[in-house]
């Protein structure tokens, strides 16, 4: 059973959009900061609860 409230807030991506957000996953030279935001990213687009995505990315669901 989830916990805690549900968020009302849905992420909704173009394709335009998704692509270099993907691109992000598979660049070895950015950022570590900018791959772990673009996982967040992508991961609330398919519909992921804020817990579950900061569980799978390891970091406080207040970052997410």
């Given at each position: 059973?989830?916990?805690?409230?549900?968020?009302?807030?849905?992420?909704?991506?173009?394709?335009?959009?998704?692509?270099?957000?993907?691109?992000?996953?598979?660049?070895?030279?950015?950022?570590?900061?900018?791959?772990?935001?673009?996982?967040?990213?992508l991961l609330l687009a398919v519909g992921h609860s804020h817990s579950h995505v900061a569980q799978v990315v390891g970091?406080?669901?207040?970052?997410?």
């Open positions: 059973m989830a916990r805690g409230r549900t968020s009302s807030i849905r992420s909704v991506l173009s394709a335009d959009e998704r692509h270099p957000v993907e691109h992000w996953q598979r660049s070895p030279t950015l950022a570590a900061g900018l791959v772990r935001r673009g996982k967040i990213i970091v406080q669901r207040t970052v997410v």
